[in-house]
């Protein structure tokens, strides 16, 4: 029997590392995928991982009928086993339900991918309906670190540098972490994969770095108090 699997985790954890050893494994164990992305990083119509690899995919826009996109394959002769659905979070509800779809009636394996919540930590419709309807939900296993070193569960969006919590739940990004290590100026439009608990607190690394530094504090003594309370009980 085929299954529907979300795998989902904040940005940075290796979901796009995954699809593409998920395909390599099945394609070296003699099936047949077709990989699709939508509104990749790179700008390209293919998955890419920050470890390299790069696979072309299908362009999933907003208007793509998954079912009618796989019957006109399969009647054209093509073999297809499973799809790798990477950036799901990006897929409409209606795309995941042909993806459901394809999975009961043409017994073809769905694996998909995408991060839950957006900057505001709101469920993205793609990722919404991937809960509701997948057969498992599986969680990667690198798990990425917040600064101070918990688990990152949520994802930060940072504009000129400063985490931000409106805008339009769609901008393409990347996250910041290697860029900041490098010295390099913060691009305009970042992410950060941060814990709950600092996410709530708008407390991003160079928050706290800012904080604990003998530099002038950026932000109110309270703020800096609550801060400094939290560290001592590290
Ligand atoms: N130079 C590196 N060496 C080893 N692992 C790396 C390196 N750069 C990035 N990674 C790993 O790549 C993973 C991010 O991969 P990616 O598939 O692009 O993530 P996602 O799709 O979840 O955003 C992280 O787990 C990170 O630790
Ligand atoms: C949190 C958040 C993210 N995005 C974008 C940023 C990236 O282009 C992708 C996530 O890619 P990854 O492979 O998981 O790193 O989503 C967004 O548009 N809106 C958001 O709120």
Request: hydrophobic share 40%.
């Amino acid at each position: 029997m085929a299954d529907l699997v979300f795998f989902t985790g904040p940005m940075d954890c290796g979901k796009s590392t995954l699809a593409l050893q998920l395909d390599h494994t099945q394609r070296v164990g003699g099936r047949a995928g077709l990989l699709c992305t939508s509104q990749d990083r790179s700008g390209a119509a293919q998955i890419s991982s920050r470890l390299g690899l790069v696979e072309p995919a299908v362009e999933v826009s907003a208007d793509l009928d998954f079912w009618t996109h796989v019957v006109h394959a399969l009647t054209g002769g093509a073999r297809i086993d499973y799809l790798i659905c990477d950036e799901a979070q990006f897929y409409t509800a209606v795309q995941i339900d042909q993806l459901a779809r394809i999975v009961d009636e043409l017994s073809i394996d769905v694996y998909a991918f995408g991060i839950l919540s957006d900057f505001r930590t709101q469920l993205f419709p793609g990722s919404k309906r991937l809960v509701e309807l997948a057969d498992r939900i599986e969680t990667p296993q690198v798990q990425p670190l917040c600064w101070c070193g918990q688990q990152a569960t949520h994802n930060a969006r940072t504009v000129d540098g400063r985490m931000v919590t409106e805008g339009s739940q769609v901008v393409v990004g990347d996250t910041t972490s290697e860029i900041a290590a490098a010295g390099e100026p913060a691009p305009e439009v970042g992410y950060e994969v941060l814990c709950r608990r600092h996410h709530r607190r708008r407390m991003t690394r160079a928050v706290a770095q800012a904080t604990l530094s003998p530099e002038p504090l950026p932000f109110g003594s309270d703020e800096a108090d609550e801060f400094e309370a939290e560290q001592s009980a590290f």
